[in-house]
């Protein structure tokens, strides 16, 4: 009995110690990196340019907001977190930021008054920035944003992550790498691993996230880094495996995706959507083959799958089945021919650029069919970007079909072609309407 | 006192095709544009989304995307001894409404004009003598060649997305094109649509007698594609609803598909809707306008908008109106032949065989507004003007356009309009019919023209647009001609029954059934003032900073569907302005 009060009695002083170490040892700095490049090469352009590829202005603006003004709503696990004002401003943003507290923010989540940052900011990633682009970024917010005064919501979570302090342990699991390192003798290979890794934080979606919510793999030194995750319910697709999209497109068609959200087989949806249109529209060309260069190199991919999946036109049983005009075929395809064959077409193949193939089809073939369904229920809209500047709707059909139908329809889809995946119930639809 | 907004470099009235077009090229030299649409915003989703777009009773009967005629109409009338009367119910023609304008609702057809036809006074005067023009026919010359105009039709065509076959690539003859089109600087951009039963059954039919059938030219995607600003277009899943109808599936050619968005991106244009232009305003010596005048629909009250430039981008009906209204241009008078806005109002001249087979089957629901095949052995550069005794020609085809059930019931003559009758009609012949038509010259006349109406007033107090116009001899016999021709076509096809509907010698224009939205002149380009209203660079001759799109300017109708010209024409005028006018306004003549 007195050893087991013993060891209680050690592991509240242990927790006590801990906690009181978390309170009250100061936080450490990641360093500054060495300036690999020359001093000349810090530009207001250069910092505006790794702002577009680091996506700052989809989280820190609300639609019609000022730019970087923040109060952004952010959906957590966790309850909503406002995004920061990060214009100039001294009193409401971050007119007070010295460098090196701008850089704690990014490499380590730090506001200037010392405070954890959730990590919403996805300084997971943002500790692969050179210290060029840092200085860069910093000079940008700091010369070429106006300063606007802007007092954001304050973000209250529930207990106990309304303790900030908790995240400082959480950042002991999460910060384990803290430079990007280069992979391969291809610069372009390299170039796109630093873009993917560091600004453009591709992991903070398309890594699966550990039960502590740290991204599962910052780099490719984890196997599951880029594997696919989830997203509000939606499956993230996988970026890394044989039969992914990086895989089986060209890294041409790759780099199309990314720069206008359209290719010659899908079109972006969801959060993706967002991405390209706030972000990798602005990147250069050269920037988004680089990325589609280094998810290639990253699938071991000799990209031989995108040619057999345009070559085949054997037509396939979904295709013969729809052609057949068979009064008695079932709902599924009966409402794919009535809602959704004018531009997907019986061959599931739809059409470059702008109807997007479901045979193969990412979000079609989803784990989690709650992208489809949401697809089907309330439509889809490409954003408007310099080389395609069409903003291409799909319509919804949330008024038009029942929770039943809509599943059916899913379904079919799901397995028409040489789909494969499960099928989708009335009550999945139920919940997304 | 009409609230006044801060000066623009250019206004454009009206944000159809010619608006978008403009707007594009003169917001590419970094001015500031401002379009004033006196309609509704319109987008693909959601105005035209399915299944909602594809209600016969709404669009094709009611013509919801067409303008309201209790809201703005003309009035129209015969002869200058009938009393002009406002046309209350949409029939014989359908002017746009909104952004996008006619390109919204247009079947897609998509023609150049014959070189010939650019130069029809002289080629006529040339070939078949000056005793050959009718005494009260307005023949003219369009200033400008076929030549000159080639890169911008070609030019219109890549961006509005025209699928086709070449007939005349770089003087060399295509088999399966159009041999008796002029020369292409290169192919269309995409190629030509699959066909129907019916087209297939008229190209055989008129291969066997020698002729050279080839497909229609159209706004309809064959495929996907993209075009110089980006913008998309997805194949067509031959729906058959496209006139009257706003293109759900991204497969018509029309502003909103093929500019708009690439348009809204720049941050020099902006565009404001339910703004009506009431005058374009002059300043005191009235050789340079200083901006419009137009009535907003939100807040009820005029507006002086200032500008540099003024570009009538509105329906052609509009347009004039307009310059009538602002005093652009003297008017004219249809006793003494002096004066030009108004002056040269034309029309289309069509007319159509209906055949009906008890043992063949077509599958009318299935068609896109620009199917069919066609010949063009009897366009005017064919036609011995001397011999025949008319002077203008037309393209014949067959293509099912849409199998619209309220509409397009074909029935033979006798057969009762209602009950059991029209049902057992219907269960017969549903399904069994197919019709050649043609598409036909119209030329101008010193009685055909356009004024202001004496009597009846708009919303705003401005008098009414009048038209006088009717049908006239030399365009009757042209058709009657063609009557022959394709009665010669169908019998080779063995119908079981055939009917002929074609304007018989004394036939009065008559606005109730739908004919065609092809009404042209009255704003007319020519290289003499006294007899035009705007000079080859569709430039107003006496008030320089204002040009005027559309088919005002033609001075007498092609034989074919306008939009190619219109749309050529407009690069073809913006052209001049980024390359000329802007660097030194000015008369550019």
Known sequence: MKTLMRIVLALIVLAVLVIAAMLWVPVQHTPSKSLDEPEAVVTVARGEYIMRASDCLACHTTDGGRPFTGGRKIDSPFGIIYSTNITPDKETGIGTYSLDEFRAALYDGLRNDGTHLYPAMPYENYRFLSEVDVRSLYLYFMQEVPAVHNAVPQTVLVFPFNQRWGVRAWKWLALQESEFQSISFDAQINRGAYLVQGPAHCAACHSPRTALMTQKGVSEKNSAFLTGGELNGWSVPDLRSKDSVSAMWSTQQMANYLATGRNDYATSVGQMSLVVEHSLQYLTDEDNLAIAAYLTHLSASSNEGALSLQEDKTPTQTERLLTSADPSMPLGARLYLDNCGGCHFVDGRGAAEIFPALDGNTLVNADSATGLIHVILHGAELPSTTHRPARLRMQGHAWRLSDEEVAALATFVRQGWHNQATAVSANAVKLLR | ?589
Request: charged fraction near 20%; include cysteine.
């Open chain 2, 1 to 589: 006192m009409a609230r006044q907004e801060p000066k623009k470099d250019v206004v454009i009235v009206g944000l159809g095709w010619t608006g978008a077009i403009l707007g594009m090229e003169l917001a590419q030299e970094g001015l500031e544009v401002l379009a004033l649409e006196r309609g509704e915003d319109r987008d693909t989703v959601p105005d035209f989304k399915f299944p909602n777009i594809a209600d016969e009773l709404k669009y094709g009967v009611r013509c919801a995307l067409v303008q309201k005629l209790s809201a703005a109409t003309l009035t129209i009338r015969r002869t200058q001894a009938e009393v002009a009367l406002p046309y209350r119910q949409l029939g014989s023609f359908l002017p746009g409404d909104g952004v996008g304008g006619a390109g919204t609702h247009w079947n897609g057809h998509t023609w150049r004009p014959q070189p010939e036809e650019l130069r029809l006074r002289s080629y006529t005067i040339e070939r078949f003598g000056r005793q050959t023009i009718p005494e009260d026919m307005l023949l003219q010359d369009y200033p400008l060649t076929y030549d000159e105009l080639e890169p911008h039709f070609d030019r219109f065509e890549r961006v509005a997305g025209i699928s086709g076959q070449a007939g005349n690539l770089r003087g060399k003859i295509i088999p399966g094109g159009n041999p008796f089109e002029g020369p292409r600087s290169d192919d269309y951009c995409m190629p030509a649509m699959p066909q129907t039963y019916d087209a297939t059954l008229f190209a055989q039919a008129a291969k066997q007698l020698g002729y050279h059938p080839f497909p229609r030219p159209g706004a309809i995607a064959s495929k996907a594609y993209v075009n110089e600003y980006g913008m998309q277009l997805g194949p067509c899943s031959f729906c058959g609803f496209c006139e009257r109808y706003g293109c759900y599936n991204y497969s018509k050619g029309s502003p909103h598909v093929c500019i708009l968005d690439a348009l809204k991106r720049k941050p020099n244009f902006s565009y404001r809707t339910k703004t009506e232009v009431l005058r374009v305003e002059l300043a005191a010596d009235k050789k340079t306008a200083t901006g419009v005048t137009y009535y907003d629909h939100r807040t009820g009250e005029e507006v002086f908008q200032p500008a540099d430039l003024v570009i009538l981008c509105a329906y052609q009906l509009h347009n004039v109106h307009l310059l009538m209204l602002s005093g652009i241009g003297k008017p004219y008078d249809p006793v003494t032949g002096e004066g030009v806005t108004g002056r040269g109002y034309a029309y289309q001249m069509n007319g159509g065989v209906q055949l009906f087979f008890k043992d063949k089957e077509f599958n009318p629901f299935v068609g896109t507004g620009s199917n069919g095949m066609v010949i063009d052995d009897f366009g005017i550069n064919q036609i011995d003007f001397a011999r025949e005794g008319f002077i203008g020609g037309s393209y014949i085809s067959t293509g099912t356009t849409n199998g619209q059930p309220i509409r397009s019931m074909p029935l033979p003559a006798g057969t009762p309009a209602w009950g059991k009758g029209w049902k057992e009609g219907i269960g017969q012949w549903y399904g069994h019919a197919m019709s050649i038509g043609s598409h036909g010259s119209c030329m101008s006349y010193k009685n055909c023209y356009m004024d202001l109406d004496p009597t009846y007033k708009d919303q705003f107090g401005r008098p009414m647009l009048r038209m006088t116009f009717n049908w006239n001899e030399n365009d009757i016999r042209m058709t009657q001609f063609m009557r022959v021709k394709m009665e010669e076509i169908a019998s080779q096809l063995k119908p079981d029954i055939m009917q002929s509907g074609f304007k018989k010698s004394g036939a009065m224009y008559d606005v109730r059934p739908y004919q065609t939205t092809h009404n042209v002149g009255g704003n007319i380009m020519g290289e003499d003032p006294s007899t035009s209203v705007l000079n080859r660079y569709l430039q107003t001759h006496d008030v320089h900073n204002v040009f005027v799109m559309g088919a005002g300017a033609f001075p007498q109708n092609i034989q074919y569907n306008p939009t190619g010209l219109v749309g050529g024409l407009a690069y073809w005028a913006a052209h001049a302005l980024r390359t000329d006018y802007l660097r030194q306004p000015r008369n550019l003549a």
